[in-house]
């Protein structure tokens, strides 16, 4: 499966992905490769999903797991970003 393919299944808010230009698709993937990786809590197996974010925590849609603030907590069960593990796709 290519990454463009994967993208269109995906997040239905690409479908006018191919009317961008090369230049602009390369940006949005590298974007999306950074900001679609999931982590989960390795204590209470919540996930982080950074299209969905935690809002409750004031953590916006779309932010990387890694641009969370280091004094972030699991919003289940209090353990902080360093008890959360990438998860591989
Ligand atoms: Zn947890």
């Known amino acids: 499966m ?3 393919t ?3 299944h995906r997040s239905k808010q690409f479908h006018s992905f191919a009317r961008l230009t090369i230049k602009q698709q390369k ?3 590298i974007k ?3 900001d679609m990786k999931k982590y989960i809590c ?3 197996q ?3 999903d950074p299209e969905v974010g935690d809002p ?3 953590i916006a849609p779309g932010t990387a797991f890694e641009d969370i603030p280091d004094d972030w907590v699991c919003p289940l069960c209090g353990v902080t970003k360093e008890d959360f593990d990438l998860i591989e796709e």
Do not use: A, E, P, R
């Open 2 to 4: 290519t990454i463009f």
């Open 27 to 29: 940006t949005l993937t």
């Open 42 to 44: 390795n204590v209470c």
């Open 46 to 48: 919540w996930v982080y």
């Open 6 to 8: 994967k993208i269109s």
């Open 56 to 58: 409750d925590s004031g």
């Open 32 to 34: 999306i490769q950074i």
